[in-house]
């Protein structure tokens, strides 16, 4: 069984503009897929239907068993747990400090009130240092998160969505405000996560050529609708070019 | 620059942006022009008697306004009023801004309320705000008498709308991101204001409440005229025995204690940002 199921999904903003249109995939626990298109052809909305950020406008998305469209206010919340995000910008509190930005990560399993005082039980705090360390981060545990680097900041990113403990991680652009080096470690970071604790990771990717190092499997956006869906290897150059509309010999990538 | 005699490609059919600006300027300076003409026609206003005054205004200030012995004798007597006053307003200011920061929390986008609402509470808002804080206490003048609420809540209404928009403004501009990222935690609304929200926006926020407390302090003054209390009903009374030294003296401590607030915020400020 799959464990997150994409049927006939489409998406209409403000009743004018179409982001998606009859969308339908699969994806099997364990897989790293990477989503690839022009900005604007619907890749950050795919991922946001599926946490319930934002609401489709037709089809059924079944995560983890649920139709989460179905679900309510209490519902929802389950879902957010159990599918991890990181964002292009980090979207860290950046006035808190590293550690509390990763304990964030267990507010969805706490009550309302423990939330908001923010009341950690100690295994919560062990678990967040043990996911810092595996980071490389135990120094910077106590820093606030503005004196950090992107990259820094984007492995907080990182570590807050493991401490949700969850099934699924969704990747928004997670290098695309990084240098090269810190896109490798960030992107290393991500494919030992789904290697070796299993966490299916759903990233879109601007970067053509990391999309088909790291990816399992490669889907191709233009215009809201999947153009090519399949593993790396029979990405053929044309086909890049069909998903970004472009001429031949007019886009910058290493693709051979 | 090298001379080249052919000229580079312009856009075609199009105003040109230098043509476009000037045409702007010459625009906005006659408008401007035309406005001071006919406000000083229709209110009967001489320019040059309104600029020959001024000295002598000055002249008649430097005669009457000064402090003499009389007025410093009352020295602590002000300042007992002015210690009145200025805490008042502080005490206005920090209730008002309690409010308004969960009353703004309704309008900001963060809370995910409904667009209804968010539309009611700016609508409230702007009816708090665009009451000036002298309209209040006149109308409160009925309600409450000559008092010290009368001040109280004229201030608490104008400092809660304007605080209210501010709040919903710096709010939706400081957190959106981190508020998106927590939402998707999976966390509640009230988790994520008390995590998300209040972490970023608190600098922002206390500067805003500064920035009132220094503004009601001076308010306060012109309040306390209309409700006969505190340091503006003391101005008055002085005012109009004509005791002007001793009403200069008030005006100088009033000068001093707002300029005084205004260095206290801004070193809290660098502090706090």
Redesign the interface.
Known sequence: MPILEFKNVSKVYNNITKALTDISFSVYEGEFVSIIGPSGSGKSTILRCINRLVDVTQGSIIFDGHDINKADKKEIRQVRKKAGMIFQHYNLVDRLSVIENVLHGRLGYKSVMSGVIGHYTEEEKEKAFQILAMLGLTEQAYKRCDELSGGQKQRVGIARSLMQEPRLILCDEPIASLDPSSSKIIMDHLSDINETMKITCIANLHQVDVALKYAKRIIGITAGQIVYDGPPEKLTRSKIYEIYQSDEGELITDVK | MDKTTEKAPRPNNQTSVFVQRKRTFTLAFLGVAALFVVSAVVTNYEIIGGLESIPKAVIWMAQHFVPNAKAWSRLPYILSKLVETALVSVAVTVCAAICAFFFSLLGTKTTRTAPWIARIVRIIAAFFRNVPDVVWAILLLFSFGQNILTGFFALFFSTFGMLTRTFIETIDEV?A??V?????????S???V???VI??S??EIVSWVLYMIETNIRSSTLIGILTATGIGYLFDLYYKRMDYSSASLVVISIVILVIAIEILSNKIRKVIM
Do not use: H, R
Request: hydrophobic share 30%; charged share 5%; aromatic share 10%.
């Open positions: 957190s991101s981190c998106e990222a927590l939402y998707a935690t999976g966390a509640t009230l988790q994520t008390f995590n998300g972490p970023s608190l600098p």
